[in-house]
Each structure stands twice: as structure tokens, then as C-alpha cells.
């Protein structure tokens, strides 16, 4: 089988290639598991309805020229171009390179059966277990996917308790917003457990007991929102993140290129960062589709990313880790740098004003 561009990754960053792609007239082959499927449902609004959101069905594909393998790439040549996937083997011209994170649990005793509700697949078991009324719910974790999926199910009613070795959910993000989710957690009903290290959950019948130095936790259901890790690389021995040139080609491979959440990203203001959130992804797949079809300039995509908890969201543009210094102003929570450049601004639920946001990062 031939494909003048082989996406290997279906996801968000994998169909923002291949519908860029078509847009240029190239023909792309978009190669992995099921049809592409929106991620930011997968946490909130997609938990609530206990159903996927596809971001194109098997028409939508054909109207668009975006060819589709429903298979896992195993084996990879990426020098020559050359895949096997399922047991088909794909000759390529180019390969993008779209292989999202593994969110597989910790290696913790017990953990390994808990709802991974990150990925299609196991959002899809967690809504099933959730029929049937209210549920005693443990939610492992308190970052994104934690705090989201734990205001989410406690708004359908459920008994949530999250927990988390650190010490107040959003803990790696700057101030105001670990209080903001704690607050809103806290009004919703949701128990926060910090400072837990878990030790085992222990399957009881139908119900689990999560362990962790210092107490027990009876659950229903126990949810494992414990972050993504770059998945493994058919064809490279780095499992990521992927470092590549401004047109997020993999240095040594004319051919071959990363997106999405597995790569470093080169941006043209910020210059190096890791930013694995759908925005960026779609970002990174047009930007590989603009390269290829030799019509790319600099990745210049301002880093943006957004949260519901519950009633409340949260919304940021800008680049939080080169903020030095942070301060109210005008409503907005605005980071500068160490030259006194607004680089990031943060706005808590007044959604209208990200658009003053946008500007002020940009200098507009």
C-alpha cells in the first residue's frame, strides 16, 4: 500500500495533519485504532453524556481525500518510509509522526484496574460503570484530568473523593488558581485528600479499597487521572518528548516528522516548550502540513489552554513558565518576564474578556 503521507496517530494532532494535508491537495493516510476523536469531551462534557465525539465519521473522511487504516502501527523503517501496521505494510513519501501519551497508571498494586478515563476506550468502560445511580468514586490525581473528571462526575450526583500526593489540587500551576480549584471542588461536594501516597488498591467484590499511608478509601468505582507519558515510537528508540527542527521535522529524517503532545516545540517566541494540550496539537499538525506541502513560515501558535471545573472555567494564553513576576490588572492575572513583557495572562471565569487576554500577550 502507498501513501504520499502516512499519519501515524489518528488523534487530535494526527487529523489537524491530515486535514491540513488535504486542504494543500496531498492525500494523507491516517493510520490507528477507530475514527479520530475529539479529546476535550473526554474529561467533561463527553464523561457527562457517557458518549465519544468524533471529529470525523468514515464520510466526512472520504469527502475530505483523507485515506484510513484502522490499524496500530508495530514495525517501522522511518528512514525508508516503510510501516506495517495490522499486517498491512505502508510505502510512504513522508511520515508524520502523531503518537499522543500513554496513560497507563503507575506501577502501584491494584492501580492497574482502575477507569482510565483519558482515553476514548476507557472513557467509554468508565461511563458504563457509572449506570445505575449514585457511586462511592475515587479519583487518583488532581491536575487537569483529576480535577475535571472530579467535578464532572460530582455534578451527576456521584460521592467523589480525589486524591493526590500533593498537597491541594492544580499544585504545579501558579497562584490564584490551586485555590480556585480547591474552592470550587470543595463546593461541589468533592473531598480532597493531599499529601497521600498510595500503597495498593485492593479489590473487594464489587467495590475497591484505595490505600494510602495514612487511611483507606471505600470506592465504587476508582479512576486513575494520573497524567499521560510520551508513548513509545514504532521506528525511534527515544520514547519523547521528540525534539525537531522549526518544521517539526526529526533531525537526521528529511521525511519524517513529530506532532502533538510527544514533542518539544519549537515556538518562535518562546523558543523550546513542552505543551501537550489539544490546541497546540491541532497547532503542530498544521504547522507539519504546511511544511510538507513547502508553504510553512515560523510556529508562532500562542500557547492557549482552558478548563472547565464544574460551573467554572478557567482560560490562559500566553507561556506560564516565563513568567517571573505576576499580578492582578484589569481583572486579568498577567505574568511577566524578567525584562517587565507580558508572557502569559489568565482569566477565571469571564470567558469574553480572553480576547483582552490574547492582546495583551501579543502586544496588540
Known sequence: MRAEVAIVGNGVAGYACAAQLA?????????GRGLPVDRPPLTKSALAAGELRLLADEAKLAERGIDRLDAIVGEADLA?????????EVE????????????????????EGAFVNATPGGMTKLAAALVGGRK???????????????????????????????ERPFDKLHDPLPAVASTTLDEL????????????????????????????????VVVASTGGRPAPVPGLAARGPLEVDASLRIPGMDAVYAIGDAVVVPHARF??????HWDMGIGTGEHAADAIAGVAGELD?????????????????????????????DGLHVGRDADGAIVCATVVDEPRRLRDARKLVLGA
Do not use: N
Open 271 to 276: 523558543g523550546p516548550i513542552v505543551f501537550p
Open 23 to 31: 486542504k494543500h491537495g496531498l492525500r494523507p493516510l491516517l493510520i
Open 301 to 329: 501558535r500562542l500557547p492557549y489552554w482552558w478548563s472547565d471545573i464544574g460551573p467554572r472555567r478557567i482560560a490562559e494564553v500566553g507561556w506560564a513558565d516565563a513568567a517571573v513576576e505576576w499580578r492582578d490588572e
Open 189 to 220: 461536594g468533592v473531598r480532597f485528600v493531599g499529601g497521600a501516597t498510595i500503597d495498593e488498591v485492593r479489590a473487594d467484590g464489587d467495590q475497591a479499597t484505595v490505600c494510602y499511608k495514612g487511611g483507606e478509601l471505600r470506592a465504587d
Open 80 to 88: 525508508s518510509g516503510r510501516l506495517v501496521a495490522g499486517g498491512t
Open 92 to 111: 510512504a513519501a513522508a511520515v508524520v509522526l502523531a503518537p499522543g501519551l500513554s496513560y497507563r497508571p503507575p506501577p502501584v498494586p491494584g492501580l
Open 136 to 166: 462511592q468514586v475515587v479519583v487518583i490525581g488532581a491536575g487537569f484530568l483529576g480535577v475535571e473528571t472530579a467535578a464532572t462526575l460530582a455534578g451527576q450526583g456521584h460521592a467523589v473523593t480525589a486524591v493526590d500526593m500533593v
